[in-house]
């Protein structure tokens, strides 16, 4: 995939496609991925493969780009981990929805995909972005699924320069479209307290989630993403309320 970087250089962007047996178009869901650079280096592409094989066999093709300067995509990464500026956190996460639209102009372009069933989805960082993005980009996605989403850890809510409620609270303010959130208690960085008034943000301002709080599992609830037998009945009827049944 390729996007028009700063000063208008042209970037390639690594992308990991897993593809269900037929020619399509399929349904597409494009998979975000959290945060690199503090506990995963830069330089490693990450793969969602039991995600994904969960989302192929229900007829999905399944895209997972790596942003800018994350795994094999050119660019430096720029997403500005340990601050808690709005402004610089807000650029980080502007410079990200632009990866996201080479992501989708990549998409139109295939045979395979089908343009008018998309879903976005991601995990953390891949989660609030998805979320964003549906508000960004009205009319182009059918639905999102948010993994423990969250661009900082909870402590810039905690000082008051809370921009993941408020970034939750003005997606919710700006789009309609079906949303299916999935956290889990003993998330490393948000707790349950937390992690219930980001969905109370979003839901006050008008924003359509449903919402699933799952219990603790072994300390590691931030990683719930990983753990398909725990969400896979509640993304089975996500999937069946939007209609999504394989071509």
Not at 177 to 184: F, R, T
């Amino acid at each position: 995939m390729t996007e028009r970087g700063a000063g208008g250089q042209r970037l390639t962007l690594e992308a990991t496609l897993y593809r269900p047996a037929g020619n399509g178009p399929h349904a597409v869901l494009l998979f975000n991925h959290g945060s690199t650079g503090g506990t995963v280096a830069h330089a490693t592409t990450l793969r969602p493969g039991r995600q994904a094989q969960f989302f192929v066999e229900r007829g999905f093709a399944v895209l997972a780009p790596m942003r800018r300067g994350r795994g094999a995509s050119d660019g430096t990464p720029a997403e500005h981990e340990g601050t808690c500026e709005p402004d610089v956190l807000g650029a980080g996460m502007a410079r990200a929805i632009e990866d996201l639209d080479a992501s989708m102009a990549y998409l139109r372009a295939q045979p395979w995909a089908d343009p008018e069933r998309v879903l976005v989805g991601g995990q953390s960082r891949g989660g609030i972005l998805s979320v964003t993005y549906a508000a960004e980009r009205p009319g182009t996605i059918r639905g999102v699924i948010n993994f423990a989403g969250g661009w900082t850890t909870q402590r810039c809510d905690e000082r008051g320069r809370g921009f993941n409620e408020a970034t939750f609270a003005s997606a919710g303010g700006r789009t309609r479209v079906p949303m299916l959130w999935l956290y889990a208690e003993e998330d490393g960085y948000y707790s349950a307290r937390w992690i219930r008034r980001y969905h109370e943000a979003f839901a006050q301002a008008g924003g359509l989630a449903t919402f699933h709080l799952f219990p603790a599992f072994d300390g590691h609830g931030h990683r719930l993403v990983d753990r398909v037998e725990m969400w896979k009945i509640a993304v089975d009827d996500f999937l069946r309320r939007l209609n999504f049944s394989a071509r």
